[in-house]
């Protein structure tokens, strides 16, 4: 089973900055991973696949990168709904996992 | 636009049995591989179980293994989840999602069926 490891648990920033949340996968998934948001009471909301290709709708300052096993989600300048919790996902191979999530609070 | 319409959840005893069904629309069922995730309540996200297009594939996370069956029926659009020796560790809401177009990546939830084992 391919364990993802996200880090920070939580991640505490201010509005206008930059948040950089990462993802650690225990062995190399190439660049198949997803970045979610949760807000809370609602459904999860896929934000970027391919580790780097944003999804439909989802706004210029969330931005994926990496490949094999480190991964990273930067919000670039955050709005107050983006303090919310972010999963990451691995589809390289069964059984899929995700991360246990970063909170990110202000 | 898609829609994805989970039905069955409710309370159930331990080692109960129940059935959830995912009614889809808005996209052509039959061409995409299905799948279902969970959320514990306050927890994170887990993976369940994936369905092929044709349904003669299936995957299983090894904590429901040999207690849930995934199937599909293309003809009515359902997905569903059989589900049985329900413990409390299973209570959670249940999601269904269609694959992503390049990989088993989730771009569309319904709002989840909630299923809760307790005595």
């Known amino acids: 089973e391919t364990v993802m490891t996200q880090s920070p648990t939580t991640l505490s920033v201010s509005p206008g900055e930059r948040a950089t949340l990462s993802c650690r996968a225990s062995?190399?998934?190439?660049?198949?991973l997803a970045w979610y948001q949760q807000k809370p009471g609602q459904v999860p909301r896929l934000l970027i696949y391919g580790a780097s290709t944003g999804a439909t709708g989802i706004p210029a300052r969330f931005r994926g990168s990496g490949s094999g096993t480190e991964f990273t989600l930067t919000i670039s300048s955050l709005q107050s709904e983006d303090f919310v919790v972010y999963y990451c996902q691995q589809y390289y191979n069964w059984p899929l996992t995700f991360g246990g999530g970063t909170k990110v609070e202000i | 636009e898609v829609q994805l319409l989970a039905s069955g959840g409710g309370l159930v005893q331990p080692g109960g049995s129940l059935r959830l069904s995912c009614a889809a629309s808005?996209?052509?069922?039959?061409?995409?591989?299905m799948s279902w995730v969970r959320q514990a309540p306050g927890k994170g996200l887990e993976w369940v179980s994936s369905?092929?297009?044709?349904?003669?594939?299936?995957h299983y996370a090894d904590s429901v293994k040999g207690r849930f069956t995934i199937s599909r029926d293309d003809s009515k659009y359902i997905l569903s989840l059989q589900m049985s020796s329900l413990r409390a560790d299973d209570t959670a809401i249940y999601y269904c999602s269609p694959r992503g177009p390049s990989g088993f990546y989730f771009d569309y939830w319904g709002q989840g069926a909630l299923v809760t084992v307790s005595s």
């Open positions: 369905i092929s297009v044709g349904g003669d594939t299936t």
């Open positions: 062995q190399s998934i190439s660049t198949n």
């Open positions: 808005g996209f052509t069922f039959r061409n995409y591989a």
